[in-house]
């Protein structure tokens, strides 16, 4: 007993421990950094506002918290790094804060350091998310900081200009369009050195294994006077600007370091008199600002004058304008390693570092462009046919995202780059690019391979299929995945090969932790029957998708990267397979059930399915499995049949369970192909009576019902057995209706005092003292036997105290904190009451099956009316907002809705009052309800006096 116990209490140490860890996010647990409301600071500029991002959380930083941290910081590669972790936390675009192990790692060469110690560079490792790495930079400019994971990309920037106090953190997918002011001219005007082969093209193998050693170039990083000047204030000397400028591009360097550290372990550090060619006037500067072109010339012969060729490994200038040029495979050559030009109007930011720096300074190592598109800035010579496998403009940092309407398919480039460029990049460093100083980073190759050993797939055409790879890491590194199609062709349009051509038809998608690709992406099998839509909204403008399946004979290669997200020297590798596809065959469809149709639990149905000629060669199919899904074909963890004849039928027995989003899949056994039901069907479970809350009569629909203190009676409108009233408690007395018994009826019942008083429909009347006076009563059915628990929350320390009446089992959880609204419901869908609190605007859910999480939907002064509003058996998180009558509904299925529906003074009483399995908005206001029903419409119920409380309303603040 007393091991149990002591199991018990640390159980629930744990929970508290790990609750606190999620709400103490105000001030981060080092200190450095406190949210702040943003009405707290002064407003930032229109300027501001239109080219930052639509979504970020504010931060205050604390100056003094962050500098002893960094202080103690260890060097890079030192002994003293090995034996001494520091850490760090950072702030997320979520509100939470996320912590790193953190390294001193200047990018400038030491002697350039020594003349402006003021500015700094780090970097560090994800511990909360191992496949986070960061970089960020401390000048007199204040802190900015990129974050890359599998989770996207995340910046850390000043609130405002000038300001070094207060901070935003924002996803890289909220940021602002900036107006298309680019062209890179590396297709018009050509190096030499690019016609020169590699010495091993003519044997390249496109696995691309690197990463053993951190390859460190010295950068001449030259600027116009124009570029100076962006950044120069009021008063400042030129020594003062040309301090700025560094800085700026010291920032501007840290995040195209972040990328290819990450990407292929290349660093490129600022040279020890970089000063010398940082430009103040621009009438004696040697760059002609607003001519690419010209400035390649030109930055060669001034760097080799002002550095020296032998003082430096790649150049490369920052301009405001005349767009982005570069020759290919630069680095090394001294006749050519300064060829490099970047310029654009705004020249700072993700923008500019990212899609256009990384991009050129990406030709200079030799890598070309990836996309595919001849329209608008992607014809004119610039698509490289060589190298063209990415559909429409491309999305990775070598494509033409954004820039190549009315064939782009993302609006901005994605921060990592394509296999092929990777290819490319990795071959040059290998053989030509040999002036960098490595050192050797510790870090093992990961291995991967295609998880079924397999090196080739025969699949029917426009059918659905995925591919799964296996990897591992001897450093324990967390491992990210992406699959890419291998493929080259002519250009497009079209962006499929419905024409009889074969050309690049997928698009590459940012790294995962999922070793898996499915092909398309799963939202179109699942909401468009296979057929992703030609077109979608991207940032206001119309992107293509860039997912078409094959629906031609034609031999399709994948190759999958595997990146084991080192900091400051990643690792990757790569593995092939080939798809053959047979346009004599397929699609490969599954027919029934297809529709939104209703299945009994533990019934027998038929699923059948078009063959399709995939029994035949050269597809050979023989088998075929069969699967479950209750998520709308999020997951498929049924097994209904493991394996039977690809016939075209089965008869399958289904389990009991109780879903309102069935699916089925049937997948091909041993091979790669699978299909989906185009629709969600509904499973009635066998066993089970389905529960409608404050439906006393057990019909399905929710009562127009009411308690009056005056008297102590209950007074039930039943939808199907009429009126009653019913003598049961005392005006003093707190209402907790619900079924107790598991008869589908909900019971009436009070909690007085730390007592509760049951009336149960089928079992009789109980009395259970459980609670403290204090506590506010939450019975739910935490266990899913279609039985309330007796359950109160005590708002004195944020504990759920839970009695399960049928095993006499007790549980405690601490789940809250002082303050906090009980907000109990099945969110999840698994037919189990999660516990929940609703805190000023925030829900904080743990899911008994989809775990914890934290979502911002209300305002203080809202009223959470938690239910199934759009009945695919979830709870939906809502909140009624009294000042304007209007309620707000974040459906899981139907997604965002407002609503204006009643006065401020109204109780909010929602339940499903026509039967639908969907819960109605409706109102109580003195005496009179108002319903406004999903199926049955509006309509007004005079029930009741002033003074009644709606029973709807019970657990309603």
């Not at 700026?248 to 292929?264: D, S």
């Not at 290349?266 to 072109?293: C, F, H, K, Q």
């Amino acid at each position: 007993m007393h091991g149990k116990l002591s199991r018990f209490i640390f159980l629930i140490t744990v929970v508290a421990l790990l609750t606190g860890m999620v709400w103490a996010q105000n001030i981060s647990s080092d200190e450095v950094w406190r949210k702040i409301d943003e009405s707290a600071l002064p407003q930032r500029s229109e300027a501001a506002k239109a080219t930052g991002p639509a979504n970020y959380k504010t931060f205050r930083l604390n100056k003094s918290a962050l500098l002893q941290i960094l202080n103690r910081a260890p060097q890079e590669f030192s002994i003293v790094e090995q034996n001494n972790e520091i850490i760090l936390t950072l702030p997320l675009p979520d509100g939470n804060l996320s912590r790193f192990s953190l390294k001193k790692s200047s990018i400038m060469e030491p002697k350039l350091a020594a003349k402006y110690p003021e500015i700094n560079s780090y970097l560090g490792q994800g511990i909360d998310n191992p496949t986070a790495t960061t970089r960020f930079d401390v000048s007199p400019n204040g802190l900015r900081a990129m974050i890359i994971s599998n989770e996207g990309t995340t910046f850390i920037e000043p609130y405002a200009a000038g300001d070094t106090l207060n901070y935003i953190t924002f996803n890289k997918r909220d940021l602002a369009d900036e107006e298309n002011q680019f062209r890179c001219l590396v297709g018009e005007d050509l190096f030499s050195v690019e016609a020169e082969p590699l010495s091993f093209l003519a044997t390249l193998n496109q696995i691309v294994p690197n990463g053993a050693n951190l390859r460190i170039y010295r950068l001449a990083l030259a600027a116009t006077a124009e570029y100076t000047n962006v950044f120069r204030q009021p008063g400042d000397t030129d020594a003062q600007a040309k301090a700025r400028a560094l800085a700026q591009m010291n920032t501007t360097m840290n995040r195209v370091n972040a990328v290819y550290e990450r990407e292929l372990a290349i660093r490129m550090v600022l040279v020890a008199n970089t000063e010398l060619i940082i430009y103040t006037d621009p009438v004696s500067d040697p760059y002609t600002n607003n001519s690419g072109s010209a400035m390649l010339g030109e930055n060669q012969s001034n760097l080799d004058a002002a550095i020296g060729t032998q003082n430096y490994d790649i150049g490369h200038v920052f301009s405001t304008g005349g767009g982005g040029v570069a020759s290919l495979n630069t680095p090394c050559n001294p006749n050519g390693k300064a060829r490099g030009v970047t310029g654009l109007r705004n020249p700072s930011g993700d923008y500019f570092a990212i899609d256009f720096v990384a991009h050129e300074m990406g030709h200079q190592f030799g890598a070309r462009h990836t996309f595919n598109a001849s329209s608008s800035s992607c014809g004119g010579g610039t698509r490289s046919a060589s190298s063209a496998y990415e559909p429409g403009s491309g999305t990775t940092i070598m494509g033409y995202a954004g820039l190549c309407d009315p064939q782009s398919t993302q609006s901005r480039g994605s921060d990592y780059f394509h296999v092929k460029s990777l290819e490319e990049i990795v071959n040059f460093v290998n053989d030509r690019g040999t002036c960098s100083v490595n050192t050797p980073t510790g870090n093992t190759l990961p291995n991967v391979a295609i998880a079924d050993g397999s090196i080739s797939y025969n699949i029917p055409k426009q059918t659905p299929f995925v591919l799964t790879a296996a990897g591992s890491d001897a450093n324990g590194n967390t491992l990210t995945y992406n699959w890419e199609e291998y493929d080259l062709g002519p250009p497009s349009p079209p962006d499929s090969d419905a024409d009889g051509v074969a050309r690049p038809i997928f698009r590459s998608y940012p790294p995962t932790v999922e070793p898996s690709r499915t092909f398309p992406k799963l939202q179109y099998i699942l909401n468009n029957a296979n057929v992703p839509p030609s077109i979608y909204n991207c940032s206001g403008y119309d992107c293509i998708v860039g997912e078409i399946l094959p629906a031609i004979t034609r031999t399709m290669k994948f190759q999958v990267t595997i990146r084991d997200n080192h900091t400051g020297g990643g690792a990757i590798n790569s593995s092939t397979v080939s798809v053959n596809v047979d346009g004599n065959s397929g699609p490969f469809q599954l027919t029934q059930p297809n529709t939104n149709s209703t299945w009994s639990g533990l019934s027998n149905q038929i699923v059948s399915w078009n063959v399709a000629n995939t029994s035949n060669p050269p597809v050979n199919a023989a088998s075929v499995r069969i699967l479950l899904s209750t998520d709308g074909g999020q997951t498929f963890p049924i097994v209904l049949v493991n394996n039977t004849a690809n016939d075209g039928s089965e008869t399958i027995a289904l389990p009991d369970v109780l879903t309102t989003t069935a699916r089925i899949k049937i997948e091909a056994v041993s091979n790669i192909f699978f299909d989906i039901s185009d629709a969600n069907f509904m499973i009635s479970s066998a066993s089970t009576i389905r529960r409608t809350p404050f439906d006393f009569d057990g019909d399905g629909k929710a009562d127009v019902s009411v308690f009056r203190p005056d008297n102590g009676v209950w007074y039930l409108n039943q939808s199907t057995n009429g009126f009653t009233g019913v003598q049961f408690g005392v005006s003093t007395d707190k209402l907790a209706p619900a079924d107790y018994d598991g008869d589908g009826r909900t019971d009436v019942a009070v909690y007085r005092g730390g007592t509760w008083y049951l009336q149960r429909s089928r079992d009789g009347y109980l009395g259970i003292a459980f609670g403290a006076a204090t506590d506010i009563p939450m019975p739910a059915d935490f266990t899913g036997d279609g039985r309330a628990e007796v359950a109160v929350f005590r708002p004195s320390d944020g504990g759920w105290y839970i009695y399960n009446m049928v095993n006499n089992q007790f549980n405690a959880v601490q789940f809250g904190q002082v303050g906090d609204v009980p907000v109990a419901a099945d969110y999840d869908g698994d037919g189990k009451d999660d516990i929940a609190v609703y805190r000023n605007g925030t829900w904080y859910l743990q899911r008994s099956r989809d775990g914890f999480t934290g979502i911002a939907f209300g305002q203080s002064g809202d009223k959470p009316v938690p239910a199934d509003y759009d009945g695919d058996g979830k709870s939906d998180i809502a909140v009624f907002r009294p000042e304007n009558g209007t309620w707000y509904l974040q459906r899981s299925r139907d997604g965002f809705t407002g609503i204006a529906f009643g006065l401020g003074t109204d109780k909010p009483a929602p339940a499903d009052y026509d039967g639908d399995g969907k819960a109605d908005i409706a109102v109580f206001r003195d005496g009179t309800w108002y319903l406004q029903r999903s199926r049955d419409g509006f309509t007004g119920i005079s029930f009741g006096e002033a003074t009644d409380k709606a029973l709807p309303n019970a657990f309603v603040p």
